[in-house]
T-cell receptor
Framework: SQKIEQNSEALNIQEGKTATLTCNYTNYSPAYLQWYRQDPGRGPVFLLLIRENEKEKRKERLKVTFDTTLKQSLFHITASQPADSATYLCVSMDTGRRALTFGSGTRLQVQP | GAVVSQHPSRVICKSGTSVKIECRSLDFQATTMFWYRQFPKQSLMLMATSNEGSKATYEQGVEKDKFLINHASLTLSTLTVTSAHPEDSSFYIC?????????????FGSGTQLSVL
């Protein structure tokens, strides 16, 4: 079955450093991957989408990569700030079958 | 950007009562909406896919008679938790797909914290 895996352990980094979160998928080839941010008690908020034919996408301090050989997407936050502390979700949507697959999310904590 | 409004944000009810949660797409039409539940410090669990004008599609293990879904219009889907019990206490979130800039994205409601006493 389709599966997305994210590191379930929290990632703790120092302010100003680059945070890198990993999303690995197995048993399928998603048309694209999306990254969302979720704060406690709130719904997720869309950040970035990357298609299977795109290697990299950027938005301000955010960068996402998509490696179809490794079956992996990396999500980077450069010059991280305490306000970046949240849980980040990797989501894939198979537009052909309208199937959604969610990663379990990785909690990021940026220390001042 | 697209907005999905979810109400109420928080509800406390007695065991045995039913609770209705509304999910509205404010500035776009959504033929499909999704309902999730989330336990503390865990990821979203997809419960069902709500289809406008037809029956919802439920994920394995989700009781359709317990969690009634109605998608009567292109902008509104409702989830009714019937005869709620304390184990139904959870954070419920809805989302809708919307294509912007040629890309299809999920827009989430702000969630409903349900507490059943």
């Amino acid at each position: 079955s389709q599966k997305i895996e994210q590191n379930s352990e929290a990632l703790n980094i120092q302010e100003g450093k680059t945070a890198t979160l990993t999303c690995n998928y197995t048993n399928y080839s998603p048309a694209y991957l999306q990254w969302y941010r979720q704060d406690p008690g709130r719904g997720p908020v869309f950040l970035l989408l990357i298609r299977e034919n795109e290697k990299e996408k950027r938005k301000e301090r955010l960068k996402v990569t998509f490696d179809t050989t490794l079956k992996q997407s990396l999500f980077h936050i450069t010059a991280s700030q305490p306000a970046d502390s949240a849980t980040y979700l990797c989501v894939s949507m198979d537009t052909g079958r309208r199937a959604l697959t969610f990663g379990s999310g990785t909690r990021l904590q940026v220390q001042p | 950007g697209a907005v999905v409004s979810q109400h109420p944000s928080r509800v406390i009810c007695k065991s045995g009562t039913s609770v209705k949660i509304e999910c509205r797409s404010l500035d776009f039409q959504a033929t499909t909406m999704f309902w999730y539940r989330q336990f503390p410090k865990q990821s979203l669990m997809l419960m069902a896919t709500s289809n406008e004008g037809s029956k919802a599609t439920y994920e394995q293990g989700v009781e359709k008679d317990k969690f009634l879904i109605n998608h009567a219009s292109l902008t509104l889907s409702t989830l009714t938790v019937t005869s709620a019990h304390p184990e139904d206490s959870s954070f419920y979130i809805c989302s809708a797909n919307h294509a912007t800039g040629g890309e299809e994205k999920l827009f989430f409601g702000s969630g409903t914290q349900l507490s059943v006493l």
